[in-house]
């Protein structure tokens, strides 16, 4: 399963074996009648013969999006909140998202190398709460996207002397789109110009109306770069969890999202991923969008060594055969033929609405010889 050979192909497609093995000499694969090549050469070769290849996917096969949530209550544990920051440029997001990851530097992590994987965990009361940092706007716009939903709660960070500007009004947009609770961040309030009450009154114009105006969005003041009402900013955050009781299974196979990922000179292909649903462990087979791997090592923001992650956690794995994209699915199958197998499909089905028009049904077949 997963490929074909050489002869089978022939077959298929009413040629002489030599003749196909000619072809792939000259498309730089050597091969024999008998030895198995993959999707990508199977597809060269019979858009070659101008036969249109589109392959039947049957559905149960295809399931990776489609995978149905169906975990009893009782399955389902508390996990932390996942929280974008996102807000007009130069309002602050830079400054507090790293302001927020000082101030859990504490005890036992001091010493540890924090690394950018594009996203970090704080801890305050014992709680958990995971961060993205990818740059805000365009990861969150690209993996909505690309239907990925990776955000429980979002802060929209406004200048208070500054106002409401057109990236404000973006975030707000895609937050409500998403519908994702907002929580307002007010920055830069040591500034001597900062007119808190103009900006409420902005955002009332946006339904984010504060709580002491009768409304229900919850408004916290905040220094990011005189670290002022940075504790106050992650208990609401708590607040928001609490009342909205985010859960996930644990102990099933991991789901999760890619968030950045890049070709590491070292390490190969490395994912910064989310991880969502189930707990991801070393060994694991998985599909990343239409690539499949193996993780080989993980490790999380503080630059430590995981032998699993739970949801909510964001680590960075190696193990990858190539490099996903931002927002692409993860997820992992009970072994690497099947993860490979799922992979090939994927590139097919995305070559496919690539090619758009141009595919037809001509050989429909294909897939029951594999
Ligand atoms: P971003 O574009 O939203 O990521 O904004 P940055 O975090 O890069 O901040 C833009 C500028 O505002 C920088 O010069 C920061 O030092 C400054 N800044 C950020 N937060 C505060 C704050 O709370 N008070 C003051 N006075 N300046 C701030
Ligand atoms: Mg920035």
């Not at 000619?22 to 999707?39: C, H, P, R, S, Y």
């Not at 909140?81 to 302001?99: F, Q, Y």
């Not at 958990?128 to 429980?152: C, N, S, Y």
């Not at 909205?244 to 890049?262: G, H, L, M, Q, S």
Request: charge should be negative; hydrophobic fraction near 40%; proline fraction near 4%.
């Amino acid at each position: 399963r997963g490929t074909m050979t050489v002869g089978d192909l022939a077959k298929l497609l009413h040629k002489d074996a030599s003749e196909v093995i000619k072809k792939l000499i000259f498309l730089g694969v050597m091969a024999t009648i008998n030895q198995e090549i993959d999707m990508d050469a199977i597809h060269l070769i019979a858009s070659d013969y101008g036969v249109e290849v589109e392959v039947k996917i049957p559905v149960e096969e295809d399931s990776f999006e489609t995978v149905e949530e169906t975990d009893e209550d009782e399955n389902l544990v508390a996990r932390p909140p996942v929280v974008t920051i996102m807000g007009h440029v130069d309002h602050g997001k830079t400054t507090l998202l790293d302001a927020i990851r000082k101030t859990n530097v504490t005890g036992g992590e001091a010493g540890g190398i924090t690394q950018h994987i594009g996203a970090y965990q704080v801890e305050i009361n014992h709680k958990k709460i995971t961060f993205l940092d990818t740059p805000g706007h365009e990861a969150f716009t690209l993996m909505r996207a690309r239907g990925a939903q990776v955000t429980d709660i979002t802060i929209i960070v406004v200048a208070a002397d500054d106002g409401i500007m057109p990236q404000t009004v973006e975030a707000i947009n895609h937050a409500k789109a998403a519908g994702v609770p907002i929580i307002v961040a007010v920055n830069k309030i040591d500034k001597p110009e900062a007119n808190v009450d103009k900006i409420k009154q902005e955002m009332t114009e946006y339904e984010l109306v504060p709580e002491e105006w009768g409304g229900d969005t919850i408004f916290v003041e905040v220094s990011a770069k005189q670290r002022i009402g940075l504790e106050g900013l992650l208990e609401m955050i708590l607040l928001v969890a609490e009342v909205n009781d985010y859960k996930a299974n644990p102990n099933k196979r991991a789901r999760a999202t890619v968030i950045e990922a890049e070709l590491d000179k070292g390490k190969g292909p490395v994912a910064r991923i989310l991880v969502q649903h189930g707990t991801l462990k070393i060994g694991d087979a998985f599909v990343a969008g239409n690539c499949f791997g193996r993780v080989r090592a993980m490790v999380n923001d503080k630059g430590r060594r995981l032998k699993e992650a739970g949801p909510s956690t964001p680590i960075e794995i190696t193990g990858l055969t190539e490099v996903p994209q931002a927002g692409d699915p993860f997820m992992v199958f009970e072994d690497e033929r099947k993860a490979r197998a799922i992979a090939d499909r994927r590139s097919i089905k995305q070559r496919q609405s690539e090619m758009g028009a141009n595919t037809r049904v001509t050989l429909d077949d294909l897939y029951s010889h594999i």
